[in-house]
């Protein structure tokens, strides 16, 4: 079954560092999606991306946050300057038309910043 | 108020019982419901969806819409201790934007 890949699972980086987090989506979807779930907190919305741009952003997703789809297959989330507040799980999640609501996640980057 | 409210729990069963889960919400222009199941450290895993209004069932799972309360459950029936997980609602809303409940955890003792 096709299914969103992440990678790395686990993510350590200094504060002030940039990291990126990588995603494949499933291959034949539209519509990309970054959210993230601090320990014990609700799944939160950063943002959704389709036909090469942004379509909508959280408050959350500030100008330290930046999304990219480099290649055909590739959906990367890259914070620029991380803060300790970043830690938490991001998850890649995608679906294929505009008018199939089924979102599909992937297993998640657990990102610890020191 | 929230787009979307969820109790957390969490919610301890026996092994057998019936469970029901419970989100509200406050927009009325939602129309599109689903439930996640999420084990501890994994991500959300599509359990059911719903458009509108009614019932659907699958296997032991069936969830139900009431748009006009603007409510939604799941219910579990002779649950499992592999039931154990959170159980997440969500809705889609806007063109491009689903609101997720903060997620309730079961725990089905054998």
């Known amino acids: 079954e096709p299914e969103v890949t992440q990678t790395p699972s686990h993510q350590v980086t200094q504060m002030g560092q940039e990291v990126i987090l990588r995603c494949v989506p499933i291959?034949?979807?539209?519509?990309f999606y970054w959210y993230r779930q601090i320990l014990g907190q609700k799944v939160e919305f950063l943002v959704s991306f389709y036909n090469n741009e942004i379509s909508e952003k959280s408050e959350i997703f500030d100008d330290q946050f930046s999304v990219e789809r480099p290649d055909g297959s590739n959906f990367t989330l890259k914070i620029r300057s991380t803060k300790l507040e970043d830690s938490a799980m991001y998850f890649c999640?995608?679906?294929?038309?505009?008018?199939?609501?089924?979102?599909?996640f992937g297993s998640g980057t657990q990102l610890s910043v020191l | 108020q929230k787009e979307v409210e969820q109790d957390p729990g969490p919610l301890s069963v026996p092994e057998g019982a019936i469970v029901s889960l419970n989100c509200t919400y406050s927009?009325?222009?939602?129309?599109?419901f689903m439930w996640y199941r999420q084990y501890s450290r994994k991500g959300p895993e599509l359990l059911m969806y719903t458009y509108s209004s009614g019932n659907k069932e699958d296997g032991r799972f069936t969830a139900q819409v009431d748009k006009s309360s603007k409510y939604i459950s799941l219910f579990i029936r002779d649950s499992q201790p592999s039931d154990s997980a959170t159980y997440l609602c969500a809705m889609k809303g806007g063109f491009n934007k689903f609101y997720f409940g903060s997620g309730t955890k079961l725990n089905v003792k054998p």
């Open positions: 927009n009325s222009a939602f129309q599109y």
């Open positions: 291959s034949n979807h539209l519509y």
């Open positions: 999640a995608s679906r294929d038309t505009a008018t199939n609501e089924k979102l599909f």
